[in-house]
């Protein structure tokens, strides 16, 4: 049974850092395909950052490019989202996801099967 449980959501002003982790149980991240994806109210669920299996490359959406950064701890087996420089903009429900292997080269929502239950960020 695969589980990813988000930690470190909250509230924080604009220009302010927010660190969200994701941690797996019955899942290992480091062979598959990780993304953080958000959905804002009345907003359709993006993908704002993704890392391919083996931690190869990285993919930002324009939205957050130079101000986050997806890693992930293969002794922790955790994924991260390092947000700097918080615009209000960022507020929304933010979800880690997996997949599965072979490089999925991007945020396409519909390919990735596993996903955690979603930390709150607000930035006013």
């Known amino acids: 049974h695969v589980q990813l449980v988000e930690s470190g959501g909250g509230s924080v002003q604009a220009g302010g850092s927010l660190r969200l982790s994701c941690a797996a149980s019955?899942?290992?991240?480091?062979?598959?395909?990780m993304a953080w994806f958000r959905q804002a109210p009345g907003k359709e669920r993006e993908g704002v950052a993704y890392?391919?299996?083996?931690?190869?490359?990285?993919y930002y959406s324009d939205s957050v490019k130079g101000r986050f950064t997806i890693s992930h701890d293969n002794a922790k087996n955790t994924l991260s989202l390092q947000m700097n420089s918080l615009k209000p903009e960022d507020t929304a429900t933010y979800f880690c996801?997996?997949?599965?292997?072979?490089?999925?080269?991007?945020?396409?929502?519909?390919?990735?099967?596993?996903w955690g239950q979603g930390t709150q960020v607000t930035v006013s």
């Open positions: 890392i391919s299996p083996q931690s190869r490359w990285t």
């Open positions: 996801a997996a997949g599965g292997r072979g490089d999925y080269c991007g945020t396409d929502v519909s390919r990735f099967q596993y």
């Open positions: 019955g899942y290992t991240f480091l062979p598959h395909n």
